[in-house]
């Protein structure tokens, strides 16, 4: 069996995924890494800086929460990458999006809310019974 290539697929496949861009990595996942590392070292480093501060009496230390988170940012999106690149080595393009869906609807089940989306299996048809 021979394998498709980027030239021989349709065009229209082509465009149903992300470009892998950095770390075998898409756009959205880096954004989601950064946004959220981004978060957590400047409020983690804003109070262990402030609190630093506060004991030696120098306000001047406030002022490297900034760079400081920039570069626990690059730090920590690099290794997460490097981590996501390992997850998804061997996997099918969309692999992770099915497992997170099945997740949430295994979540929802626990609250015993009800399903948001229509799970149905079998043919969908717009003839009348009855």
Request: proline residues 2%.
């Amino acid at each position: 069996m021979e394998s498709i290539t980027e030239n021989d697929e349709p065009l229209a496949n082509l465009l149903d995924y992300e470009q892998e861009i950095f770390l075998g990595a898409t756009g959205g996942e880096i954004m989601t890494v950064v946004v959220v590392s981004g978060c957590f070292w400047f409020v983690f480093l804003g109070i262990l800086f402030s609190t630093i501060a506060y004991l030696v009496g120098a306000g001047i230390i406030v002022m490297a929460t900034l760079p400081m988170s920039i570069v626990m940012l690059f730090i920590t999106t690099v290794i997460a990458l490097k981590r996501l690149q390992l997850a998804k080595l061997n996997r099918p393009e969309g692999y992770f999006q099915i497992v997170m869906y099945l997740r949430f609807q295994k979540y929802l089940k626990f609250l015993g809310k009800a399903n948001q989306f229509e799970d149905h299996v079998g043919t969908w048809g717009i003839e009348r019974n009855g």
